[in-house]
């Protein structure tokens, strides 16, 4: 089953990535030059962020090596591809509503992807860890006071995960936009919501009975559209809310974006959240698929099995590339009804699927 089901992943990879470009070729040209300039930019505020905090350097090195020793920390490979790239979407956003890249926004969603991936990555494989630091997080998640210290003698990765926080709360709050009500207002609720709907989706396994699938599929969506939700708000806090955008309109088109980026990820782990017994986006879209061809499937205890028989069906697994291109297309329809200019962010929208796609660099 685990060859024919990584074989499997890696095409449908290579599917999504021909059905997405079949759409929009002209958004996947130039990619190898506007990724070349936003792992420059990335890197360079890596090191300057090693620069400010010499200590830094030695804790990323314990960190990158802890991914060589347990298998359970392979996450750890995506620092720094991952959070560059949620860099890049959070500059190229904010090109797109305030005419400029500035590098506070660079360099805070650069610290809040770090987060977002190590957070991510221990909730997932390493809940120990997590639990050394849960408390702290669940006071310092709430954004209304400065941060605390950190508990001492933690894992390195604990301690990565306070930094990152820390650092991101305290230049968001010398941000004007954070004296913006309306900028501070809607980063702390996306801030929450996208806390408690990572906690909540990790009880979205396929062997839990108990729990409705529908229940789960709104957890799963939940998790990527509110994380991405708040990093789009980034540029906001940065500058202040822009004249003239709806609040409620801009959440929408966030979580437009979280809804494709996050089937994307899914698409690119297919094969290790199956075998990890989670529901992800495609996995339910498999479920639903197997259950309208045959319904007696519902009453079955074996999810993961009636999930993986309709992977390998020859009318369902090729139905999910075309579910992402209307992911896709929702994007570019939302960004159209905010009046953003769809040739800022559809190339960028387009370069990080590419990338998580072939190279499996998910942002975070």
């Not at 305030?98 to 809040?112: D, M, N, V, Y």
């Not at 966030?254 to 996995?283: C, E, H, N, Q, Y």
């Not at 879209?285 to 020859?314: F, K, M, Q, T």
């Not at 939302?334 to 190339?347: C, F, K, Q, S, Y």
Request: hydrophobic share 45%.
């Amino acid at each position: 089953m685990h060859d024919t089901l990584e074989l499997t992943t890696q095409s449908m990879r290579i599917r999504q990535l021909d059905a997405l470009m079949a759409v929009r070729p002209d958004a996947f040209e130039d990619y190898y030059r506007r990724m070349s300039r936003a792992t420059t930019t990335g890197l360079a505020i890596v090191h300057d962020l090693a620069a400010d905090r010499p200590e830094l350097h030695s804790l990323m090195s314990q960190i990158m090596s802890l991914a060589e020793t347990d298998r359970r920390l392979t996450f750890l490979q995506a620092i720094p591809g991952g959070p560059i790239l949620a860099s890049m979407r959070a500059t190229t956003l904010e090109r797109a509503m305030f005419g400029t890249e500035t590098e506070p926004t660079a360099r805070i969603a650069l610290l809040i992807g770090i987060f977002t991936l190590l957070l991510d990555g221990v909730i997932d494989e390493a809940p120990e860890i997590f639990a050394t630091i849960q408390p702290w997080l669940q006071r310092t998640m709430t954004l209304e006071q400065r941060p605390e210290d950190p508990p001492g003698d933690l894992h390195p990765i604990a301690t990565a995960i306070c930094w990152a926080a820390a650092s991101a709360i305290g230049e968001l709050a010398h941000g004007p936009g954070w004296r913006d009500p309306v900028a501070r207002t809607e980063f702390i609720r996306a801030t929450k919501s996208a806390y408690q709907t990572e906690l909540e989706s990790t009880t979205c396994r396929m062997s839990d009975l108990a729990l409705d699938v529908a229940q789960c599929r709104e957890r799963i969506v939940a998790k990527s559209t509110a994380c991405i939700w708040a990093g789009a708000l980034i540029p906001m806090v940065v500058h202040g809310w822009p004249a003239g955008t709806d609040p409620a309109a801009f959440e929408t088109l966030a979580k437009t974006v979280g809804a494709f980026s996050g089937w994307i990820d899914d698409i690119v782990d297919l094969d290790l959240d199956l075998r990890a017994d989670l529901w992800s986006m495609p996995l339910l879209e498999i479920y639903d698929l197997v259950i309208d061809i045959d319904p007696a499937a519902a009453r079955r205890a074996d999810r993961a099995n009636v999930v993986y028989d309709g992977l390998l069906h020859p009318w369902i697994g090729p139905r999910l590339p075309g579910l992402g291109v209307m992911r896709w297309q929702a994007v570019c329809d939302a960004i159209r009804a905010m009046g953003i200019d769809e040739d800022l962010v559809v190339p960028v929208m387009a370069d990080v699927a590419r990338a998580s796609l072939l190279d499996g660099l998910v942002p975070a």
